[in-house]
């Protein structure tokens, strides 16, 4: 009777056919690491307050009130959309290049234009907040340009007390960076 899983053995003649590794597609936007404990919670609390309005404009049309269950209800969706937006700030990686995703905008930056990726010990903003400490900062310089704003950060809300998650995101953006360049 035969395993339901393959051994290592059979795992390498499998990649050895030339097939590229889950992890060597470049296609595809993706961010090298985890939403944060802190990110994750902010979102959490804040769909459960859309779902409380959602909850209150069906309350308010069963009481005949329309113009509170609308307003209600687009409190809902703004929260909704304002959520969604928070769960996707980062850095995210391409074939293509480098994306910083903030609130309220976006920063592409192809990788024929990125001079150098590094961490810097620097001042950074605890969880976004204007109180700054000393902490590690991921630096992307651009060619011809300035760098960019850090993002990530060991003191942001993805990496606030991990450390070592924050070191293993660094290493793999500086990795692309290094490969694609």
């Known amino acids: 009777m035969s395993l339901p899983y393959d051994s290592p053995a059979a795992v390498d003649d499998e990649f050895a056919t030339g097939r590229p590794l889950p992890h060597a597609v470049h296609d595809r936007w993706l961010r090298p690491y985890r939403p944060g404990p802190w990110r994750v919670a902010v979102a959490a609390l804040a769909l459960m307050l859309a779902a409380y309005l959602m909850f209150a404009a069906v309350i308010m049309v069963a009481a005949s009130s329309v113009d509170g269950a609308v307003t209600c209800?687009?409190?809902a969706v703004v929260v909704i959309a304002a959520t969604l937006r928070l769960l996707r700030t980062g850095v995210w990686l391409s074939g293509k290049g480098l994306r910083q995703v903030g609130f309220f905008g976006t920063v592409t930056v192809?990788?024929?234009?990125?001079?150098?990726?590094?961490?810097?010990q620097q001042p950074v903003k605890v969880l976004g907040l204007p109180r700054t400490v000393m902490g590690q900062a991921l630096v992307i310089t651009r060619k011809g340009g300035g760098p960019l704003?850090?993002?990530?950060?060991?003191?942001?809300?993805?990496?606030?007390?991990?450390?070592?998650?924050?070191?293993?995101a660094a290493d793999a953006i500086e990795g692309w960076s290094a490969e694609l360049r």
């Not at 990788?111 to 810097?120: E, F, L, P, Y």
């Not at 704003?149 to 293993?168: K, Q, S, Y």
Request: proline fraction near 6%.
């Open 110 to 120: 192809p990788w024929s234009k990125v001079a150098g990726v590094r961490t810097a």
């Open 149 to 168: 704003r850090p993002m990530l950060t060991d003191h942001n809300a993805d990496f606030l007390g991990r450390v070592e998650a924050f070191d293993i």
């Open 73 to 75: 209800l687009v409190c």
